[in-house]
């Protein structure tokens, strides 16, 4: 069996999963941007995260730099939610929930 290059994280010996981190220090990495202690580009800068691979700059939240949608994944995931909030409006109207609108 040939031994593949499998990428190893930037601190320890564990396999890299995303942005040059294993889980572990990916995660601590994804604590220091959420809890504002460092930013996303400090932390590159510093060398203990991968630029992120995507094109242009991707805001600082976490949540988003996993996944880089394309734009008609984006279209239609917005289209389900459009359709979601407003199954979710008319119940409300139904159950006299009042002025409660979603836009
Ligand atoms: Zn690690």
């Known amino acids: 069996m040939p031994k ?12 890299a999963l995303s942005r040059g981190l294993c889980r572990d220090h990916y995660a601590k990495a994804y604590y220091l941007i959420r809890s504002g202690i460092n930013t996303e580009q400090e932390l590159v800068e510093s060398g203990e995260l991968l630029p992120s691979r995507g094109r242009g700059r991707r805001p600082a939240n976490p949540e988003l730099l996993e996944d880089n949608p394309t734009k008609s994944e984006l279209r239609s995931l917005v289209a389900l939610l459009k359709r979601v909030l407003i199954k979710i409006e008319k119940k409300l109207k139904e ?9």
Request: aromatic share 0%; proline share 5%; glycine share 14%.
């Open 4 to 15: 593949q290059k499998r990428p190893q994280c930037l601190k320890c010996k564990n396999l």
């Open 95 to 103: 159950k006299g929930g009042g002025n409660i609108k979603i836009t």
